[in-house]
């Protein structure tokens, strides 16, 4: 596979405070650095280091900070690489720093409650303003921001608004601030939200929760504070319609846009770089090896996985069993167009509060046509549920998972699907410590048998949306249940669970169970904030 180097222009000067003003964003690119993925940087380096498993992680390796210049680096690798005896493992712990462990010293107080561990854990898992001129794959943020924590030591864009949840049930109105203007840095520089905040992210984004969080600082600051972020909320819409205006019967996709058979318009995921991921990068090639198709459409998929933070699960997968029959691109998922879905309406409301009537307007079209699509092709009235699209083969996918919940919390939902589908979840998803993710077991861990913190809180508020309060409680009992007996047991919030087996904590995907863990935390202690 060639390896090649593209730049990526970034901006890496602190701002002193948000600002909408272009010129801001505009001189801060003038002045920002050139940066590349580790992949590109270190080219054949990267790849023995990876292949030969110098580190059991791959995402060790892309985190690492280099000690010298790359060229420094490659040209040293390029003469060391050659002789006799060369130890890979050597040459790389001289020439680069490991990443950080965030909670690698904290201990736990069996002491405390599970809401007075989380409040003690937000100080470890807070990261300062980036020094700007810092080496390495990290891209610099300007204010503090919180972590998920384990192996993920940077900020993550959807985590973020879960941990924010718990942020401002804590009272901690400062890092909510920080936060919320940290990705608004972010779109104004880069263009739009990656990933997380490093460089082998530039690709893709994540499930955009950009405006679920502004609408946080709605309630704590009120309106005229959080109407200072439509401009970043009017360009975040921007990026993932890029292309629309080129659609047509002839070429019906564009990145993130796909024109429906009826005209309509909606939305998929993506990512622009269709390679193997540098931090899953043997895993990836591994993949593409046992699939027929061409290996930049079997990493443009896992990328696009990826890019919805449900990677990985069956909702993607042809053959459920086998990841490399994965195709998310040529799925239409329920959840990301009903994030698209208040992202719009929340423009139309932002823009006509700001007087900008016409931008008002256009948005409330836009918010229109895509709930009918999403009731056209989303909703599945055999099933009583709201599933995922299949575009190229022009009908459901047929799997159930928690994404069909999304269509509740943003109140997408008519009254009788409302209840069909709390029907549902009280028979197949409740399990005896929340809600599975989906109803299969594959292996990957955005399926069943794992229950994930986000998932509890939008099918918790989604039920609550339409009055089915007993589903909820018994949903929010069950989870909160069984937080608190895994911290009481190991002293930890981890980033998921098996609510099937409580004697467990998860299973299954690239990693092991991470503890830590920013959006555990946040919605736990949301939940148990509450009277």
Not at 337 to 363: P, V
């Amino acid at each position: 596979m060639p390896l090649f180097r593209s730049a990526v222009l970034l901006c890496c000067l602190a701002l002193l405070g948000l600002s909408a003003c272009r010129s801001e964003s505009d001189k801060a690119r003038e002045s920002a650095p050139e940066r590349s993925s580790p992949d590109e940087l270190f080219g054949d380096l990267f790849h023995a280091v990876q292949m030969n498993r110098i580190f059991p992680d791959g995402k060790t390796f892309v985190d690492c900070t280099p000690k010298f210049p790359a060229d420094t680096i490659m040209a040293r690798y390029a003469i060391a690489g050659a002789a006799a005896g060369f130890d890979l493992s050597a040459f790389v712990t001289e020439h680069f720093d490991l990443p950080k462990a965030y909670a690698s010293g904290f201990v736990s107080d069996p002491g405390r409650s599970a809401a007075e561990h989380i409040d003690a854990l937000w100080e470890v898992l807070t990261r300062r303003p980036d020094d700007a001129a810092q080496a390495g794959s990290l891209i610099p943020l300007p204010h503090p921001y919180i972590v998920p924590g384990g192996r993920f030591g940077e900020v993550y864009y959807w985590d973020s608004y879960f941990t924010l949840l718990g942020l401002q049930a804590a009272g901690r109105a400062d890092i909510v601030r920080n936060m919320v203007n940290n990705f608004a840095y972010l779109i104004d520089t880069v263009g739009f939200i990656p990933n997380g905040n490093r460089t082998y992210y530039l690709g893709r984004s994540q499930p955009p929760f950009f405006s679920m969080m502004v609408r946080v600082l709605e309630e704590m600051d009120g309106a005229d504070a959080a109407l200072r972020y439509l401009p970043q909320l009017e360009r975040e819409h921007a990026f993932w319609m890029d292309g629309r205006a080129g659609l047509s019967e002839e070429n019906p996709t564009h990145r993130r846009v796909l024109r429906m058979p009826d005209g309509s318009v909606l939305n998929r995921y993506w990512d622009d770089r269709h390679k193997p991921r540098p931090e899953s990068y043997r895993e990836d090639l591994e993949t593409s090896q046992n699939s027929p198709r061409e290996d930049q459409a079997v990493f443009l998929d896992l990328r696009a996985g990826a890019e919805s933070g449900w990677d990985f699960s069956s909702r993607w997968l042809s053959d459920p069993m086998d990841l490399s029959t994965i195709r998310t691109t040529a799925i239409v998922p329920v959840d990301l167009n009903a994030l698209l879905y208040h992202l719009e309406a929340m423009l139309e409301a932002y823009a006509r509060r700001a007087g900008k009537t016409e931008q008002a307007d256009r948005y409330g079209r836009l918010a229109s046509e895509r709930k009918a699509a999403l009731q056209r092709y989303c909703w599945n009235a055999e099933a009583g549920f709201f599933m995922d699209y299949d575009f190229e083969n022009e009908r459901p996918t047929g799997v159930l998972s928690l994404a069909g919940a999304y269509p509740l919390f943003f109140k997408i939902a008519d009254d009788t699907q409302a209840t069909v589908v709390a029907q549902v979840i009280e028979r197949d998803f409740l399990k005896a410590g929340g809600v599975v993710t989906t109803l299969t077991n594959t292996g990957q861990q955005w399926d069943t048998p794992n229950g994930w913190a986000p998932l509890q809180w939008i099918t918790i508020q989604g039920l609550r949306h339409y009055n089915h309060t007993r589903l909820a409680d018994e949903v929010r009992s069950r989870w909160v249940a069984l937080n608190e007996k895994v911290y009481r047991n190991t002293g930890k919030m981890v980033e998921k669970y098996n609510v099937l087996d409580m004697t467990l904590e998860a299973g299954g995907g690239e990693y092991p169970v991470q503890d830590g863990f920013g959006w555990t935390n946040g919605v736990l202690l949301r939940l148990l904030s509450e009277k």
